[in-house]
């Protein structure tokens, strides 16, 4: 009985491998705790001697149209004399599976007839949905009219406890039939070590007597591995100078576009991409598009320089300002071109923002439409007047795929922010007359923050504040910690948070004015060494520690301090990891020397969590930052540096200028200090409340061509991967270093 009709060609180019959906060429990345399932397939058969299939091949992609999984299938009949043309091959489901459908030239059917051509091979394919339990659901009869052979092919289901036991059902038939493929589980070893204990499936053609196996001439996607939590994917059979697009998506059922990876041009064999990072995600699912008729899409601001939207102002009747968006396409326009796309960043759609045509009408249901005849249209995107005093809040429009054209990568998406209006000042004042603060941290022991202070004081003055409330904690007390005084320069500092791996919790390392030199302050304030360690002499010249100092807390770098250097502009560069043994400074490592610019002073430091679906690329590595680098033609360009514990460094431009960087804590206020104003001030932590985890870096304000004071939040789209900012101006003077802690120091009337 025929269920559903198809207009798809015969001739498929839409492919998925899945990564965690059974019976696709699968490739599942799972953890140890994580219950993945795999297809085997199976076969029996009952044969004459005149008559034999002598091999059926699947493989598995997905049909963008339907949004379902699709096994296509080969037999190959055989008779006495080799291949056999034109026999009568059946292809059908069985009665019970539900769900189930199978293809050849003419529509989805429980059952299709397919001749076997030339080379003796017939053709179909099979549809499932994506999660489904039956077995044995297929048969493939082959008559050449007097003789008849026949195989079943069952879908069994095998579950991975992730434990890297190999648990699959797959078996040669005995006889001339015999399943090409099969899916198999991999072991980290198998990858080459670097799997950093996931495991992966990949589909293998199996192997055959006297070599003679059949492989499908038709294009297909294949996984052929996981590591280094990247994919490897090969897409072979491919047509020369045809072009292809990798899609890739996590959910399957309830994600409705596609991202846009990368594009190749066939060269009539196979070609590998690029492999595809998955940063933590346990399944991915990959297609891959042709582009044919060509139409490639992009967006970008009108005029092509980014800008930003700001709020209106009805109090003020200022009208702010929006932002208009191009949408573009190359190729064919003889038809209207449906685009789809994603919604990400800070701020919320319809809350905060709208999008529009320029004729006032809405954008709907994730499409912009190019009219038929055109190349191009705008989109406006106008802010809401909420009257509400906040962050200036990002918004990103990403381009997503259907399969039915490409997306160019490199203008994929637009981010920019909306600014609040009125800019309001959201830090508070808690203590002014703070002479010249430069480095802050929280001292767990005394529930107080620690402030360097007295910055250029000719050495005449107390370099350490302790700040808290007094008895009836209504005013903000600063008192000396310490009696060092004599220190120059910048003086950076941390704090031990947490006591582990010989650091004690309250004890303070910092920066001492001379080069590369450490000081070391007790939990108590009472005693210290000014020359706790001397960093190695590496280049000729030790720098000033004005960068950063601090205390690992995630344990991948073995809750060791870590200290950036930087004196002048044109001094540091220098990444070290210095663990401790009874209180002595002990194996200096120096994890990265980054003097590569003219500018290379550090400023600023911090570890992440290794937990790649909150901080992405940047999980578990330090990241530091060159505030005053340059590019090549001398423009300001500041760097934003990752390091892995073996000393790998990756470079970030994300248009900030560091100061300092550190993790948004839960129920903890922000304090800042401002250097040129004399200034302690503090935002509260009900602003942080849907930022927690973020990464926040500080812009001083005080470089050229990043002449604003500024915060700005750092977020990691695990669904885009992208990150996207949002900023918490800074209105009164330049700031230096800040922190996090679980303190409410009071704010004093105005």
Do not use: C
């Not at 648990?167 to 001339?176: D, F, H, L, S």
Request: zero cysteines; glycine letters at 10%.
């Amino acid at each position: 009985m025929e269920r559903v009709k198809s207009n798809r060609s015969f001739t498929r180019v839409n492919l998925l491998a899945a990564v965690g959906i059974a019976a696709a060429v699968v490739l599942f990345l799972a953890g140890s705790a994580f219950l993945s399932r795999s297809a085997a397939t199976a076969a029996t058969v009952r044969s004459t001697p005149t008559l034999g299939m002598d091999s059926v091949a699947v493989g598995n992609y997905v049909d963008l149209v339907s949004n379902r999984l699709v096994m296509p299938v080969s037999a190959r009949v055989k008779g006495p004399d080799g291949v056999l043309a034109d026999a009568t091959v059946v292809f059908a489901v069985d009665s019970g599976a539900a769900g189930f459908w199978v293809e050849g030239q003419s529509g989805l059917s429980s059952e299709v007839t397919v001749s076997s051509d030339a080379d003796g091979i017939a053709r179909a394919w099979l549809f499932l949905p994506v999660d489904f339990t039956a077995t044995n659901l297929l048969s493939i009869t082959a008559d050449d009219g007097d003789n008849t052979v026949q195989a079943r092919l069952s879908v069994v289901l095998d579950d991975y406890s992730g434990t890297g036991t190999l648990q699959t059902n797959w078996n040669k038939v005995p006889g001339p039939l015999s399943v090409a493929t099969r899916v198999r589980l991999l072991n980290p070893d198998e990858l080459g070590g670097g799997g950093g204990g996931r495991m992966s499936m990949m589909s293998e053609v199996a192997g055959f007597t006297g070599g003679d196996v059949f492989l499908s001439t038709e294009l297909f996607l294949e996984p052929r591995g996981y590591s280094n939590d990247a994919t490897y994917l090969t897409l072979h059979n491919t047509a020369t100078n045809m072009s292809y697009q990798l899609l890739w998506k996590f959910d399957f059922n309830n994600e409705t576009n596609w991202h846009a990876g990368q594009t190749v041009t066939g060269n009539g064999s196979n070609l590998d991409f690029t492999p595809v990072p998955a940063y933590g995600h346990q399944k991915m699912f990959f297609a891959v598009t042709t582009n044919s008729p060509a139409n490639t899409v992009s967006i970008n601001f009108t005029n092509g320089i980014a800008t930003n939207a700001v709020e209106p102002d009805s109090t003020n009747s200022d009208p702010g300002l929006v932002v208009v968006l191009r949408v573009a396409r190359t190729g064919s326009t003889n038809a209207a071109l449906p685009v789809f796309f994603n919604l990400s960043g800070s701020a919320a759609y319809t809350n905060d923002y709208s999008l529009q045509y320029t004729n006032g009408t809405a954008v709907t249901n994730g499409t912009i439409v190019i009219p038929a005849g055109a190349t191009n249209i705008d989109l406006v995107v106008q802010p809401v007047d909420d009257q509400v005093a906040e962050f200036d809040e990002s918004v990103v429009v990403l381009l997503m795929s259907h399969g039915g054209y490409f997306v160019d990568t490199n203008h994929a998406m637009v981010q920019f922010l909306i600014e609040d209006n009125p800019g309001t000042n959201l830090f508070e004042l808690v203590y002014h007359d703070m002479p010249t603060p430069v480095g802050i941290d929280y001292h767990p022991v005394s529930n107080a923050l620690i402030l360097s202070v007295n910055f250029n004081s000719n050495g005449y003055y107390p370099n350490f504040y302790i700040v808290t409330t007094n008895d009836a904690g209504d005013d903000v007390v600063a008192d000396n910690w310490s009696s060092i005084i004599g220190l120059t320069n910048e003086i950076k500092l941390a704090v031990v948070q947490t006591t582990t791996n010989g650091f004690t919790a309250g004890d303070m390392y910092f920066g001492t004015g001379t080069n590369g030199v450490v000081g070391k302050l007790s939990a108590d304030g009472t005693t210290w060494n000014l020359k706790w360690l001397t960093l190695p002499d590496t280049n000729g010249s030790n720098t000033l520690l004005r960068g950063g100092l601090y205390v690992d807390q995630t344990g991948v770098f073995g809750n060791d301090l870590i200290v950036v250097t930087g004196g002048f502009a044109d001094e540091g560069g220098q990444v070290w990891r210095i663990s401790q043994t009874n209180g002595l400074a002990t194996n200096a490592v120096l994890l990265a020397n980054l003097a590569d610019n003219p500018y290379p002073h550090l400023e600023g430091v911090t570890t992440l969590p290794d937990d790649p679906l909150t901080y992405g690329p940047w999980a578990g590595k330090i990241i530091t930052g060159a505030e005053s680098a340059q590019n090549t033609n001398g423009a300001p360009q500041p760097r934003i540096y990752t390091i892995t514990p073996g000393g790998i460094v990756a470079t970030n431009y994300w248009g900030i200028s560091p100061e300092d960087f550190d993790l948004i804590q839960p129920n903890q206020d922000l304090y800042a200090v401002s250097e040129t104003l004399s200034l302690l001030e503090k935002v509260s932590r009900s602003r942080f409340t849907n930022h927690l985890n973020d990464l926040l870096v500080t812009q001083s304000g005080e470089i050229i061509g990043f002449a604003n004071a500024q915060l700005v939040i750092v977020h990691w789209d695990s669904t885009n991967l992208l990150h996207y900012q949002t900023v918490i101006p800074h209105t009164n003077g330049a700031l230096e270093h800040v922190t996090f802690a679980p303190l409410d120091l009071p704010v004093p009337p105005p």
